[in-house]
């Protein structure tokens, strides 16, 4: 089984839906992330946490929220999807001792 | 000016050949440095992290100039399977910055 799982896979969506994409973990590690990528932008960080309590906003946060729900979930919200956030969407996990991230397989999401 | 960047090429290389990549991060207070591997449409997984002293994993070297703040990756007798594109990251314990990777086909 993957450590890092992200639902759902695909998702096509109309603009000015509400969308939440999640992240669930088995590593047992404290801090989440949450990026986008694009062709020719690399990845970008849209939010981190540290911890259950503890919310970060990334390079790019504008539009996006996130909740963590849990040691081992982490979502990401879109409140009002636009054709911009059309993107790959990954979620990562890293340990205390090590910056080392490990990717889940990614959420396509396309919006019209 | 990007944090990190890289050549994006493509490098199309026979099997067989030696290819080297390069990079540059601009923050000098980056602790941390990675190569990873992204195959097409997949998730990136970790190559090797890269240390000041150099180091290698079997066809794969890795060095770090925290002078020049230049971080390079070889791969020596390309594979088929080598075929991906390399991200070159830098960063610290809070954030990990991204290059926009090399594309690398290997020919057979």
């Known amino acids: 089984d993957a450590d890092v799982t992200q639902t759902p896979r695909n998702r096509i969506t109309k603009t000015g839906k509400r969308i939440m994409l999640e992240c669930s973990q088995t590593?047992?590690?404290?801090?989440m992330y949450w990026y986008r990528q694009d062709p020719g932008l690399g990845l970008r960080l849209i939010y981190y946490?540290?911890?259950?309590?503890?919310?970060n906003k990334g390079e790019i946060s504008d539009g996006y929220s996130v909740s963590r729900q849990a040691q081992a979930k982490f979502s990401l919200s879109l409140e009002s999807a636009i054709p911009n956030q059309t993107a790959l969407y990954f979620c990562?996990?890293?340990?205390?001792?090590?910056?080392?991230?490990?990717f889940g397989p990614g959420t396509r999401l396309t919006v019209l | 000016r990007k944090e990190v960047e890289q050549d994006p090429g493509p490098f199309n290389v026979p099997e067989g050949a030696t290819v080297a990549f390069n990079c540059t991060y601009s923050?000098?207070?980056?602790?941390?440095f990675f190569w990873y591997r992204q195959d097409c449409r997949k998730e990136p997984k970790l190559l090797m992290s890269?240390?000041?002293s150099g180091n290698e994993d079997g066809r794969f070297t890795a060095q770090l100039n925290r002078a020049s703040q230049y971080i390079s990756l070889l791969i020596r007798d390309s594979k088929l399977s080598d075929s991906a594109t390399y991200l070159c990251?830098?960063?610290?314990?809070?954030?990990?910055?991204f290059g926009s990777g090399t594309q690398l086909t290997v020919l057979p």
């Open positions: 990562a996990t890293s340990d205390d001792s090590t910056d080392t991230q490990y």
């Open positions: 590593k047992g590690h404290d801090r």
């Open positions: 946490s540290f911890d259950v309590k503890d919310i």
């Open positions: 923050n000098s207070a980056s602790q941390s």
């Open positions: 890269v240390y000041s």
């Open positions: 990251v830098s960063g610290s314990a809070r954030q990990l910055t």
